[in-house]
């Protein structure tokens, strides 16, 4: 019968350096960061009826928040800055991922 008592959680980390190589390692790995200012679905018969000039409409205000994906999921939303010549985007709230729970069942 397993111990009942929890075991103490490690301290987390306070800087990057204090992690195990192999986890400074993925620290590396580069990811596709993205920025939506708007999105909305067409059909494509209206899609290929665009042509230069045409004008899209959004129905997202011009004062909403812009959202910054990793990949393909949502990871925070932000308004847009000037910096310098270019644009950034200034970090108001970090997206939480949706939990997923899964049932547990008696196996035998």
Do not use: I, N, W
């Not at 390692?25 to 665009?50: G, H, N």
């Not at 939303?77 to 049932?103: A, C, S, Y």
């Amino acid at each position: 019968m397993p111990d009942p008592t929890p075991t103490p959680e490690k301290p987390r980390p306070r800087d990057f350096r204090e992690l195990p190589p192999y986890a400074r390692t993925l620290l590396q790995v580069r990811v596709q960061v993205s920025v939506t200012l708007a999105a909305k679905r067409q059909k494509v018969e209206e899609v290929m009826a665009l042509v230069p000039g045409s004008l899209l409409m959004f129905d997202k205000p011009c004062d909403a928040m812009l959202e910054m994906s990793v990949g393909d999921r949502p990871f925070a939303e932000g308004d847009v800055v000037k910096v310098g010549e270019k644009f950034g985007l200034r970090l108001d709230r970090m997206l939480m991922p949706d939990e997923h729970f899964l049932p547990v069942r008696r196996t035998g």
